[in-house]
């Protein structure tokens, strides 16, 4: 999926929120984005974390401010297959989904309010710039990502020792791999910024033009970098 950008503004990519709403809405408050930037939600917006309802009350709100992109990751992927009835609700919950459930103060996804399940259904599987490919978890080198199966795109993990670059040129930016760390994984041709925000980690917003980016945490530390 081809997405036009505007030059006149950021492009902020966002790891995986995991329902930490406090840690999102200080990255926002620091980002300060309006409409000429676009920001990049990379996957499992939800579960895990205290606030998945506020988390996308919060994005729905930042969907009517500026430019505004949701990847889909495996999470909402086990979300929307439970509501269709393809998954099991108790497989999801094993994996925060049971958070998810509590956040919303229901029983089943079902029940989770239509504005909130049709804004994560319209996520898309990846996004493709002039410099950079988007995806939530993994793509194959060889592969354009219109030929790249779900399964890769939403689910792999990242082996860094294996990982080549894709074959585009462009600069791969991901999420999906927990860096316990707390620091990006940057290979140059692949950035992993999911760093861990839901297990006492930090969430990462980066701006692929500059190199800047910004990690904060549910307690309200900041830290402020550049790619080395």
């Not at 809405?25 to 998945?52: A, E, F, H, K």
């Not at 925000?197 to 990462?204: A, E, F, I, P």
Request: charged share 25%; net charge negative; glycine share 10%.
């Amino acid at each position: 999926m081809q997405k036009e950008i505007s030059d006149m503004g950021k492009t902020i990519a966002i790891g995986d929120i995991h329902g930490c709403s406090a840690a999102l809405g200080l990255l926002i408050d620091i980002v300060q984005p309006d409409r000429c930037d676009t920001l990049i939600c990379l996957g499992d917006i939800i579960d895990y974390g205290p606030n998945s309802k506020e988390v996308v009350e919060q994005l729905l709100e930042l969907n009517e401010k500026t430019n505004l992109v949701l990847i889909m990751g495996n999470h909402e992927e086990m979300l929307l297959e439970v509501v269709k009835g393809n998954e099991d609700k108790e497989y999801w919950k094993k994996f925060g989904g049971d958070k998810a459930l509590a956040s919303y103060q229901c029983d089943h996804p079902r029940e989770i309010p239509y504005e909130h399940l049709n804004f994560i259904g319209k996520s898309v599987p990846f996004l493709e710039t002039e410099t950079n490919i988007f995806v939530h978890a993994g793509y194959q080198a060889d592969l354009p990502l219109q030929e790249t199966t779900g399964s890769t795109l939403r689910w792999d993990f990242l082996n860094a020792k294996k990982a080549l670059p894709h074959f585009s040129g462009k600069t791969a930016v991901l999420g999906h791999t927990p860096q316990t760390s707390g620091e990006i994984h940057d290979l140059g041709f692949l950035i992993c910024i999911d760093t861990d925000c839901s297990r006492q980690g930090w969430l990462t917003g980066l701006d692929v033009n500059t190199g800047q980016y910004w990690q904060v945490n549910q307690e309200g530390a900041v830290r402020k970098r550049f790619r080395a």
